[in-house]
Nanobody
Framework: VQLQASGGGLVQAGDSLRLSCTASRRTGSNNAMGWFRQAPGKEREFVAAIDWRGGNPIYADSVKGRFTISRDNAAVYLQMDSLEPEDTAAYYC?????????????????WGQGTLVTVSS
């Protein structure tokens, strides 16, 4: 399974971006999918995840109320509003081992290459 993420870019604080990620095979459509991010010098951290049917979204506290995850079969999206400089990171999409979403990186089997989001103040 290959994951192709896109949508990153350079924006100003308060702007919005929409990230997209598509799995190359139908495997992704039977498993939860999620987004993680990694800032320079920091560990990869959970952002949001959604179950295999597009329900039960979960979010990191730092993005709750600003980011919205959604999916359409093997594609997952992350709508990011009210972006802050602290959101600057490489964003990775991932396919989980199970149909239910998880906040733990070890519960994800396939990873995309990352798309860079830079938010200037």
């Amino acid at each position: 399974v290959q994951l192709q993420a896109s949508g990153g870019g350079l924006v100003q604080a308060g702007d919005s971006l929409r990230l997209s990620c598509t799995a190359s095979r139908r495997t992704g459509s039977n498993n939860a999918m999620g987004w993680f991010r990694q800032a320079p010098g920091k560990e990869r951290e959970f952002v949001a995840a959604i179950d295999w049917r597009g329900g039960n979204p979960i979010y990191a506290d730092s993005v709750k109320g600003r980011f919205t995850i959604s999916r359409d079969n093997a594609a997952v999206y992350l709508q990011m509003d009210s972006l802050e400089p602290e959101d600057t990171a490489a964003y990775y999409c991932a396919v989980a081992l199970r149909p239910v979403p998880s906040t733990t990186t070890s519960n994800y089997r396939y990873w995309g290459q990352g798309t860079l989001v830079t938010v200037s103040s």
